[in-house]
């Protein structure tokens, strides 16, 4: 059975969530022996979803990929042959688009990833004997909202939202592998007011936004992406910081006995909150995932 429980609310959300899963199986010598796969939604979501293995008694490794069959966002890069391809090779790719500089880029929403491996003993005695195995999400999805304090609209049309990451290449442990630089361009971008009421005088006032959606790969700690926001009209700078080193300062204190690399497998979703004077940065405080962070180093 399959349970994806490796997420920040320590919940199995495996029947809705997961939209397909490849199951291989490697023996002792690391040789794969048998493969399974199905994008059987109504299955997947049932709750009662398991695949049934009959093995010979011996020491088995299980590798699991969900949401790679759609083959729309990730790649196997072998082609699985059964007694042939050895677990070492299991590695997983994003997909990637290159510029005439081979410059690599994302620019898609990309499709939910998800990997998990176990060690399994086939024991030489009869009876039927049910192993779960967790996984644990790869993709995360970026939210960046530019909040106008001047009054003025905002248009997002005119900013260049880009994260720079090396997180497109995935052994079959799940670590990363060397990769190219990527650039995930923003799939998203949209422009939307909100009214706010001040509590003296009961006046309605609006405030103009912006906000732009990417989705990323594993993220690292220690390896930050890069989150870069520039004026489309005169490629001018407005800021620039490390996501996963800004995403770790909200931990808080019900996570604070968890690793750094943890707390970033877990989470899967991060909204920052950016706030623009006349379009420039008021670089004093943003709001991430409703956590509110002062920011005492203002050069970065």
Do not use: C
């Not at 998990?116 to 039927?128: C, E, F, H, R, S």
């Amino acid at each position: 059975r399959f349970k994806y429980d490796y997420n920040i609310k320590f919940a199995d959300a495996f029947a809705h969530e997961v939209n397909s899963i490849a199951l291989y199986v490697f023996n002792e010598d690391d040789i794969l022996v048998q493969e399974i796969a199905t994008t059987d939604k109504a299955a997947l979501a049932s709750g009662t979803f398991e695949i049934p293995l009959e093995l010979l008694p011996g020491q088995y490794t299980l590798l699991a990929w969900g949401g790679l069959m759609e083959e729309e966002s990730f790649d196997l890069l072998p082609t699985a042959v059964v007694g042939l391809t050895t677990l070492q090779e299991m590695q997983v790719k994003m997909h990637r688009q290159h510029n005439d500089a081979g410059e690599a880029s994302v620019s898609e929403d990309l499709l939910p990833l998800y990997h998990g491996t176990m060690a399994l003993n086939v024991i030489d005695y009869p009876g039927t004997y049910t192993e779960t195995m967790s996984l644990m999400k790869n993709t995360n999805t970026i939210r960046i909202l530019l909040h106008e304090m001047s009054g003025h609209d905002v248009d997002a049309d005119k900013f260049i939202f880009e994260i720079t990451d090396k997180s497109g290449l995935y052994d079959w442990d799940n670590s990363r592998l060397e990769d190219d630089t990527i650039t995930f361009k923003a799939w998203s971008v949209t422009t939307g007011e909100a009214d706010i009421e001040d509590y003296e005088t009961r006046n309605n006032s609006s405030i103009s936004v912006a906000l732009a959606e990417h989705t990323i790969g594993r993220m690292k700690a220690g390896e930050s992406p890069i989150l870069t926001i520039r004026n489309r009209e005169n490629g001018e700078l407005v800021l620039r910081l490390p996501l996963a080193d800004y995403a770790l300062l909200t931990k808080g204190n019900y996570n604070k006995n968890m690793s750094d690399q943890e707390y970033l497998d877990r989470q899967d979703e991060y909204t920052m909150t950016f706030f623009l004077d006349e379009g420039e940065w008021m670089s004093s405080v943003i709001i991430i995932n409703s956590w509110r962070v002062v920011i005492n180093e203002e050069d970065i």
